[in-house]
Protein backbone atom coordinates (compact mmCIF):
# COMPACT_ATOMS: atom_id res chain seq x y z
CA UNK A 1 0.00 0.00 0.00
CA UNK A 2 2.97 2.31 1.16
CA UNK A 3 4.60 1.87 -2.52
CA UNK A 4 1.36 2.18 -4.58
CA UNK A 5 1.35 5.63 -2.88
CA UNK A 6 4.80 5.79 -3.51
CA UNK A 7 4.23 5.87 -7.03
CA UNK A 8 1.27 7.55 -7.41
CA UNK A 9 3.20 10.81 -5.76
CA UNK A 10 5.96 10.41 -8.29
CA UNK A 11 3.66 9.92 -11.32
CA UNK A 12 1.79 12.89 -10.14
CA UNK A 13 4.92 15.36 -9.76
CA UNK A 14 6.49 13.63 -13.27
CA UNK A 15 3.22 14.44 -15.01
CA UNK A 16 2.20 17.71 -13.33
CA UNK A 17 5.41 18.63 -11.70
CA UNK A 18 7.06 19.66 -14.51
CA UNK A 19 3.76 21.65 -16.01
CA UNK A 20 3.91 23.81 -12.82
CA UNK A 21 7.64 24.69 -12.89
CA UNK A 22 7.14 25.61 -16.42
CA UNK A 23 3.99 27.95 -15.68
CA UNK A 24 4.46 32.03 -15.78
CA UNK A 25 2.69 32.41 -12.52
CA UNK A 26 5.83 29.83 -10.80
CA UNK A 27 8.63 31.60 -12.43
CA UNK A 28 7.22 35.28 -11.71
CA UNK A 29 6.88 33.61 -7.97
CA UNK A 30 10.38 32.54 -8.00
CA UNK A 31 12.28 35.97 -9.66
CA UNK A 32 9.79 37.98 -7.12
CA UNK A 33 11.70 35.70 -4.03
CA UNK A 34 14.96 35.99 -5.35
CA UNK A 35 14.39 39.97 -5.82
CA UNK A 36 13.05 40.01 -2.45
CA UNK A 37 15.70 38.26 -0.78
CA UNK A 38 18.94 40.51 -2.65
CA UNK A 39 17.15 43.54 -0.91
CA UNK A 40 16.63 41.86 2.45
CA UNK A 41 20.42 40.42 2.51
CA UNK A 42 21.82 44.15 1.05
CA UNK A 43 19.57 46.30 3.49
CA UNK A 44 20.79 43.49 6.23
CA UNK A 45 17.48 42.83 7.69
CA UNK A 46 19.04 39.16 7.77
CA UNK A 47 20.61 39.61 10.87
CA UNK A 48 22.18 36.68 13.49
CA UNK A 49 19.84 36.17 16.74
CA UNK A 50 22.75 34.99 18.49
CA UNK A 51 26.05 36.29 19.26
CA UNK A 52 29.50 34.55 19.95
CA UNK A 53 30.94 35.77 23.39
CA UNK A 54 33.76 33.34 24.08
CA UNK A 55 35.76 30.89 21.67
CA UNK A 56 37.87 28.61 23.89
CA UNK A 57 39.36 24.69 22.82
CA UNK A 58 36.46 23.26 24.22
CA UNK A 59 33.79 24.99 22.43
CA UNK A 60 32.29 27.97 21.67
CA UNK A 61 29.30 30.13 24.08
CA UNK A 62 26.58 32.37 22.32
CA UNK A 63 24.22 34.44 23.54
CA UNK A 64 20.85 35.75 22.40
CA UNK A 65 20.40 39.23 21.40
CA UNK A 66 16.66 39.48 23.55
CA UNK A 67 18.90 38.33 26.40
CA UNK A 68 21.17 40.71 26.12
CA UNK A 69 18.36 43.16 25.19
CA UNK A 70 16.51 42.42 28.29
CA UNK A 71 19.17 42.82 30.59
CA UNK A 72 20.42 46.23 29.12
CA UNK A 73 16.30 47.38 29.88
CA UNK A 74 17.10 46.30 33.40
CA UNK A 75 20.19 48.07 33.61
CA UNK A 76 18.38 51.25 31.92
CA UNK A 77 15.74 50.89 34.48
CA UNK A 78 17.81 50.52 37.49
CA UNK A 79 19.23 54.06 36.52
CA UNK A 80 15.87 55.26 36.79
CA UNK A 81 14.95 55.97 32.81
CA UNK A 82 11.16 55.85 32.75
CA UNK A 83 10.66 55.92 28.83
CA UNK A 84 11.94 51.81 27.01
CA UNK A 85 15.21 53.17 24.73
CA UNK A 86 15.26 51.22 21.31
CA UNK A 87 18.15 48.89 21.63
CA UNK A 88 20.74 47.23 18.31
CA UNK A 89 23.05 44.87 19.16
CA UNK A 90 25.48 44.01 16.53
CA UNK A 91 29.13 42.61 15.99
CA UNK A 92 31.94 43.68 14.04
CA UNK A 93 34.64 40.41 14.11
CA UNK A 94 34.68 39.42 17.93
CA UNK A 95 33.23 42.81 19.21
CA UNK A 96 29.79 43.86 20.32
CA UNK A 97 28.67 46.94 19.26
CA UNK A 98 25.39 48.05 21.16
CA UNK A 99 23.65 51.36 20.71
CA UNK A 100 21.51 52.67 22.52
CA UNK A 101 18.31 55.25 21.47
CA UNK A 102 15.97 57.24 24.17
CA UNK A 103 14.22 60.19 24.47
CA UNK A 104 16.14 62.21 27.61
CA UNK A 105 14.50 64.35 30.30
CA UNK A 106 15.40 68.05 30.11
CA UNK A 107 15.93 68.04 34.17
CA UNK A 108 19.33 65.60 32.97
CA UNK A 109 22.64 66.96 31.58
CA UNK A 110 23.80 65.41 28.27
CA UNK A 111 27.03 64.16 29.39
CA UNK A 112 26.05 63.21 32.94
CA UNK A 113 23.67 60.92 31.63
CA UNK A 114 25.27 59.55 28.86
CA UNK A 115 28.70 58.81 30.95
CA UNK A 116 26.27 57.33 33.39
CA UNK A 117 24.53 54.96 31.23
CA UNK A 118 27.96 54.15 29.81
CA UNK A 119 29.64 53.16 32.70
CA UNK A 120 26.61 51.42 34.57
CA UNK A 121 26.11 49.77 31.60
CA UNK A 122 29.94 48.03 31.24
CA UNK A 123 29.83 46.93 34.94
CA UNK A 124 26.79 45.40 34.19
CA UNK A 125 28.04 43.65 31.47
CA UNK A 126 31.55 42.95 31.81
CA UNK A 127 31.56 42.04 35.84
CA UNK A 128 27.64 40.54 36.46
CA UNK A 129 27.84 38.40 33.31
CA UNK A 130 31.35 38.51 32.19
CA UNK A 131 30.90 39.80 28.43
CA UNK A 132 34.16 41.20 27.79
CA UNK A 133 34.57 41.87 24.21
CA UNK A 134 32.13 45.02 24.31
CA UNK A 135 33.95 47.43 21.70
CA UNK A 136 31.44 50.50 22.30
CA UNK A 137 28.05 51.61 23.45
CA UNK A 138 26.72 54.51 21.39
CA UNK A 139 23.91 56.64 22.80
CA UNK A 140 21.39 58.42 20.65
CA UNK A 141 19.12 60.94 21.65
CA UNK A 142 16.13 60.99 19.58
CA UNK A 143 14.41 63.92 21.65
CA UNK A 144 14.57 65.39 24.77
CA UNK A 145 11.18 65.84 26.86
CA UNK A 146 10.12 68.69 28.40
CA UNK A 147 8.41 68.91 31.20
CA UNK A 148 4.77 70.34 30.76
CA UNK A 149 4.62 73.80 33.05
CA UNK A 150 0.79 74.40 33.92
CA UNK A 151 -1.09 77.49 31.89
CA UNK A 152 -0.74 79.69 35.11
CA UNK A 153 3.43 79.67 35.08
CA UNK A 154 3.67 79.92 31.33
CA UNK A 155 1.06 83.07 31.13
CA UNK A 156 2.76 84.70 34.00
CA UNK A 157 6.23 84.69 32.40
CA UNK A 158 4.93 86.80 29.82
Given at each position: MLEDLCNWVSAQLKTEGLAI??????????????????????????????????????GKVFIKKSVLKETI???????????????????????????????????QKLPEISTTLQKHLHIVLADDIGIKNIDKIDIV??????????????????
Open positions: VRSPYFLWFIGLMVIYMAIKITTGSIRRTILCLLDNESLDACKSLGMQIKPRIDIFSKGKKINIRISFVMPSDIVGIRRNNLPRSETTEEF
